[in-house]
């Protein structure tokens, strides 16, 4: 596979690289001479490699924006509990001054926001791998003709729940 100058071929044509499959060493070798001198021709083994480096940037940029989705999600999760616990400040100063003691009562909260973890992530693990699939399967065969296969990492899902409930707790 070889790319050629398009205004070789037709000077009005719009496009600023052409592509022709060839195995014909000699062809090859005739068309680079008849090419303007700022044209290039790349072997098929070039243009994989370049391609392969801008496909894994692209996933690099991905894992950056999950990273960033990540810490999106822990600073509302935090928010959240904080904004919840001012709320709930009166309430607390309530069940103390009844002698619940400062021990149980953390120990319920804690409880409380992990149960409330623990549903959120049993609810969201099946809508996550449900969403990666449609991704997977629809979308990727929609925007680019090809797919790979879906492969669910239960240990990085694992993990991750228990770093919620880590921090949540």
């Given amino acids: 596979q070889a790319l050629i100058a398009p205004e070789i071929f ?13 195995g014909n ?16 021709l ?14 894994d940037k692209t996933f690099l940029i991905t894992d950056a924006l999950n990273i960033v989705t990540l ?11 904080v904004l919840l616990e001012q709320k709930n400040r009166y309430v607390s100063a309530l069940l103390r001054s009844f002698g619940v003691s400062k021990l ?12 409330l973890c623990l549903i959120s992530a049993l609810w969201a693990i099946p809508f996550g791998i449900g ?10 065969v929609f925007a680019f003709q090809w797919q790979f296969p879906l492969t669910v990492d239960m240990f990085a899902i694992t993990g ?7 921090f949540v707790l």
């Fill in 10 to 22: 037709a000077p009005t044509a719009n496009t600023q690289v052409m592509a022709i499959h060839t």
């Fill in 42 to 55: 790349y072997s098929r083994d070039q243009i994989l490699s370049v391609s392969m480096q801008a496909f």
């Fill in 71 to 81: 810490l999106v999600a822990v600073f509302s999760l935090t928010t959240s509990i």
């Fill in 131 to 140: 969403f990666a699939w449609l991704l997977v399967t629809r979308l990727n």
């Fill in 25 to 40: 060493q000699d062809m090859l070798t005739s068309l680079a001479s008849i090419m303007p001198t700022t044209a290039n």
């Fill in 104 to 115: 149980d009562f953390t120990l319920a909260l804690f409880s409380q926001y992990g149960l």
């Fill in 160 to 166: 991750a729940v228990g770093i919620s409930l880590a």
